[in-house]
């Protein structure tokens, strides 16, 4: 069960580099990748409108 970045994200960009795994990616709002995804939480401890959700 991978996190997944809800419409709330406002792409300030602070989830993606505390990624461990490099599995956040840059769109329009920022995604995911399930398949890179360890469930570590990093994403959702930083931002600041908790965006990352566990799926």
Do not use: H, L, R
């Not at 991978?2 to 329009?28: H, R, W």
């Amino acid at each position: 069960m991978a996190y997944k970045i809800t419409d709330d994200c406002i792409a300030c960009g602070a989830c993606q580099s505390e990624c461990p795994t490099d599995a956040i990616s840059e769109g329009d709002i920022y995604v995911i990748d399930p398949d890179k995804c360890i469930e570590c939480g990093a994403c959702a401890d930083v931002c600041p409108v908790d965006a990352p959700q566990p799926e």
